[in-house]
């Protein structure tokens, strides 16, 4: 990610780091641990915070490729009650009739159980240290707890409807959201603590904005393509009365869209000679989708074979985060000098050009 310097998560304004200040920082959560966070010295902070919100954006990644190792192996019901796996029983029992599948299923429930940990020990660690940033870090701090939450009830209604395509599509959006989130929640962990401003004119702005949309349309186009296709839940599952092959055109036609509207962001960036950063996530963008078109064209054309569907679902939270990281490379958050503050870049004389200014 973007990461011109690791944060160093200095102490909440008006923290306090004795004991006694621990339990008024800590609030609620006056625990022993809290008051053992709150002492912890700069560079520890830093090396958990960073462990803390990496480890968060990589299990919400997992947890996409996990819950496609269910579907593709057939597990979606590997377990027939929730939260139990099976009625009096919290964990799998190996049967000759279940075979495996209770395990992958399980196995999908444990990494849930981690990435808990890690959203809770997220929104601790910005609540306890990194209260400077703000209140809208905060609260979006709090949203992967929150979506890891909505998402096991959603994941327990998918199981009660027996894996019905109109809800197994909202359960797997919801992950690629929760992805992008903690990315840009990742982006702002490195990316200064004062006040949020544009590195480029407001139209490119809006264009990042569209493409997010539109990727977002790619997403679930993709969820309707697999809803009416072999992979959907299991064998016996519902599938949606759609034509798998026109539906998979349409998803594709939205990628190229995808494409154009990337290509003319990169030119954009590259005119204006914005911060280097924007420039990386744009490439970061271009290397991901190209990747992930690529393995989409390859599975359509060779009969969907597992392997290629799973590595397009790490392609899609892959996808998620780029395109996060693109959005939130176009800000800084670090404080500028006041007559520099409003430069974007350098034109060709060396010349300040600012947002103001636009594209020249
Ligand atoms: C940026 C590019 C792309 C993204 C982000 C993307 C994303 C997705 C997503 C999220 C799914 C649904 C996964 C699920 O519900 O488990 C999907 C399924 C699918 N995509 Fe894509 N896709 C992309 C490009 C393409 C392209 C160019 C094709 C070519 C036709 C394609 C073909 C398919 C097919 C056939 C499926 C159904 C796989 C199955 O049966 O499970 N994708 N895609």
Wanted: proline fraction near 7%; include cysteine.
């Amino acid at each position: 990610m973007t990461a011109p310097s690791p944060a160093d998560p200095a102490p909440a304004s008006g923290s306090d780091t004795s004991p006694e200040g621990a339990v008024e920082v800590a609030g609620g959560v006056s625990t022993q641990a809290a008051s053992v966070l709150t002492g912890l010295g700069a560079a520890a902070r830093s090396r958990i915070a960073k462990v803390v919100f990496w480890g968060n954006l990589l299990c919400q990644m997992g947890i996409i490729v996990t819950g496609g190792v269910v579907r593709l192996t057939g597990s979606g019901l590997g377990c027939s009650t929730w939260p139990n796996c099976e009625p009096g029983t919290f964990t799998p029992e190996l049967t000759m009739a279940a075979g495996i599948h209770p395990f992958i299923e399980f196995g999908n429930r444990a990494l849930t159980g981690v990435l808990s940990v890690f959203s809770f020990a997220l929104l601790l660690v910005a609540f306890l240290w990194l209260r400077h940033k703000g209140s809208g870090f905060l609260a979006l701090a709090a949203v992967p707890l929150i979506g890891t939450g909505v998402q096991a009830i959603v994941g327990a209604v998918v199981v009660w409807m027996d894996l019905h395509p109109g809800m197994v599509s909202p359960h797997f959006l919801i992950s690629p959201i929760l992805v992008a989130l903690s990315a840009v929640l990742v982006v702002r962990l490195y990316g200064g603590d004062g006040e949020r401003h544009s590195l480029v004119p407001a139209a490119l702005r809006w264009m990042v904005a569209a493409m997010a949309a539109l990727g977002f349309l790619v997403l679930v186009l993709g969820t309707l393509v697999t809803g009416s296709g072999p992979h959907a839940g299991d064998p016996d599952s519902p599938r949606l009365p759609l034509d798998p092959r026109t539906i998979s055109w349409l998803h594709a036609d939205a990628v190229m869209l995808f494409c154009g509207l990337l290509v003319g962001l990169l030119i954009a960036l590259h005119l204006i000679r914005t911060a280097r950063p924007a420039r990386h996530a744009a490439w970061g963008l271009v290397i991901v989708t190209l990747l992930q078109a690529g393995i989409g064209y390859l599975q359509y054309f060779t009969g969907l074979p597992e392997i290629l569907v799973g590595a397009h679902m790490l392609g899609a939270a892959l996808f998620a985060a780029a395109i996060a990281w693109c959005g939130a490379a176009l800000y800084s958050w670090r404080p500028a000098a006041p007559d520099e503050s409003a430069v974007i870049a350098l034109d060709a004389d060396g010349t300040p050009i600012t947002a103001q200014d636009g594209p020249r």
